[in-house]
């Protein structure tokens, strides 16, 4: 294990962070929010000590770096995240306890939204931007932003390599361009400038400056985190409509929007995961329409809200415009299956992925068929390519891995007593990145009620959900760290 060529990257990771603080630290200043702005700068000061002494310790590193490293790199940077970038929640008093205070942190840095806060437009500004910042940084990723601009990240291929593949989301990542480096460049990028996009529209609505960054950051990053204590209910229809868009737009995979550029548009329309995530939307919206019609006054509104519920949960946002917990069981079990399939691979949502279950859905047909007719030989295609045997084993260890979390953390967190639908949904809503669930943690409710196990436990499938799981599975792993 190359433990100083991770600690120096872990100590960039840091030094990233607390750059991105700077903003938040500058807002408190201008509010004249002193105390704040005094928690950001011991955070900085701290975050930044703590990045060169292990920058410091691992001066002198040798070579090597492979899929062992990239995973446990991947995981470690991200619990240094959390845990450095709640401190400004703790020491300002927004929210005292360190654990509830590194639940929201984890769940901003994960793109969740599922929060411990009961009450949220009070919080100071500088506060609620560090908030839904998280979410943005946290959607692409912090080290796909570090390999983009740090000098030297992508001088080999294999170590980027190694890092992408564990932060990325989907079944298997590969390169938009021959470099790494560019490839990480390129999706920050347009990352940046559908981002931008997003804020201009919002303005374009009539939503003020600081609404609409930190209404963007939390689309951008399909996270969740909004500013108001009733989501984006209180915003006009035309900024819940601009926020569909944008929550459908940061849920497709991002090489689409590559090959939009390259004016390569029938790939995209042939492309299999793409159809199967839009025949969802749309089919979803439709049956989700029907079956609330008559709860609302008009057909635009009913539509409205189906349309951006659908949007919200299947990106895994986890925004909400109504009070979902409210509709028939027909659309909240919908809703439930849309949160456990989740966005499209290589996006910043959640979920198990459209990819990743169009891929266990092709194997089990030619599982199906090989049983019919044993001595049939027949491979699995993906976009009329071949799909390699070992990404296949891969998404059913994947699966395996999927359900045995959930149910353990399911176990786990019914020890507080609460009803069988709050808790499968918690973890649910957890696991896949979504925010929020039904009943207690539904779209008006929150997590403050959980006990510190289940609040440890959730945070622990949070991590999880986002990075694919197996960088969590190799942190927990003896073998790992085994010489």
Known sequence: MNYKLMGRFIAQILAVEAAFMSPALALALWDKDYQVANSFLITIVLTLGCALALHLACKKTKAGFYAKEGLVCVGLSWIVMGVMGCLPFVISGAIPSFIDALFETVSGFTTTGASILTEIASLPRAILYWRSFTHWLGGMGVLVFLLAVAPGSGRKDGFSMHLLRAES????????????????????????????????????GGLPWFDSICTAFGTAGTGGFAIKNDSIAGYSPY?????????????????????????????????????????????????????????????????RHAAFQVASIMTTTGFATTDFDLWPSFSKGILLCLMLIGACAGSTGGGFKCGRALLVFKGLKRNINQVINPQRIEVVRNNNHRVNERVLDNTNAYLAAYMCIMIVSFLVISLDGFSLTTNISAVVACFNNIGPGFEMVGATGNYSAFSGLSKVTLIIIMLAGRLEIFPILALLSYKTWKN
């Open 239 to 303: 900024i819940q409509n601009v926020c569909t868009v944008f929550m459908l737009l940061f849920g497709m995979n991002f090489t689409c929007y590559y090959l939009m550029l390259l004016r390569q548009f029938k790939t995209i329309f042939r492309d299999e995961e793409v159809r199967m995530y839009l025949g969802i939307v749309v089919a979803s919206i439709a049956l989700i329409a029907w079956n609330i019609r008559g709860m609302y006054d008009t057909l635009e509104e009913t539509v």
């Open 169 to 204: 989301p989907g079944p298997d990542v590969g390169k938009l361009v021959p470099r790494m480096r560019q490839t990480a460049m390129i999706l920050y990028k347009l990352y940046i400038l559908i981002t931008v996009l997003n804020v201009v529209f919002l303005l374009l």
